[in-house]
């Protein structure tokens, strides 16, 4: 298996963009990163300097309700994984922090023990904030509009695939979603709002006999990575079966 370094082991950036923009992602693979990641006060502030960033330790505190020296705290650690960084300019608490890519993702497979225990950790963080975002977001859409009522999804599907079609699955919503991540503010239609699009598929235990006896033996050789988990710009920040509003 793998060895944990003493030291940090630093995340990966993936898609590394030569124009001085972040980088689309940033791999956690490290343990301690991914443990690290998994709090949500840390989640909060990933997702705040990804859409509202570079701000300061200060300015972090107003939009958490968190205390300054807490604010301090939480960025130096994400720093010390990656996840963030110090931007130019200012000093001490009102130096300016910026997120280091728009999203990250980690290994959703590997053989390493502690590396599979803390991206399932991190996994079910996530899937809490998500639950959280979305529950508060129901709570509110009394207050849209109509049209923004009638557009927005919330369904499940119940599907019966294997491992390769549901990979293929995701690879195609992926390129459905791209063109819309990657546009520019200049590029938006005027009414546009910010989305959060939630992505969630998993073996369902809850359907009795569906899952044949012996399904779960783990494979022989199957190599660490398998197809990564993700959340979005926002931080925490992807949603069978088969009932709901959607269309």
């Not at 991206?119 to 639950?131: Q, T």
Request: proline residues 9%; hydrophobic residues 35%.
């Amino acid at each position: 298996m793998p060895e944990t370094p003493e030291t940090p082991e630093p995340a990966d950036a993936a898609d590394a963009a030569g124009s001085g923009a972040p980088p689309r992602s940033i791999r956690l693979t490290d343990p301690r990163a991914l443990r690290a990641y998994a709090h949500p006060t840390r989640m909060t502030l990933v997702g705040l300097l990804r859409r509202s960033g570079p701000f300061t330790a200060t300015r972090a505190a107003e939009l958490t309700g968190e205390s300054v020296a807490s604010c301090s705290y939480h960025l130096r650690i994400l720093a010390k994984y990656g996840l963030v960084e110090v931007a130019p300019g200012g000093r001490g608490r009102e130096k300016p922090w910026r997120a280091t890519a728009r999203f990250t993702d980690w290994p959703g497979y590997s053989e390493d023990a502690t590396v599979a225990e803390a991206s399932d950790a991190l996994s079910a963080a996530v899937a809490r904030r998500y639950f959280d975002r979305a529950v508060g977001a129901m709570e509110q859409r009394h207050r849209l509009p109509r049209a923004w009522r009638e557009a927005e999804q919330f369904t499940d599907s119940l599907l019966h695939l294997t491992p390769e079609e549901l990979t293929e699955i995701g690879e195609r919503i992926e390129a459905l979603l791209q063109p819309y991540e990657d546009r520019a503010a200049d590029e938006r239609p005027g009414n546009t709002r910010p989305v959060s699009v939630l992505r969630l598929a998993f073996v369902d235990r809850e359907i009795p006999g569906e899952v044949p006896d012996g399904a779960d033996a783990p494979d022989e050789a199957a190599p660490d990575g398998g197809a990564a988990n993700r959340d979005a710009p926002d931080g925490g920040v992807a949603d069978g079966g088969g009932s709901g509003n959607g269309r």
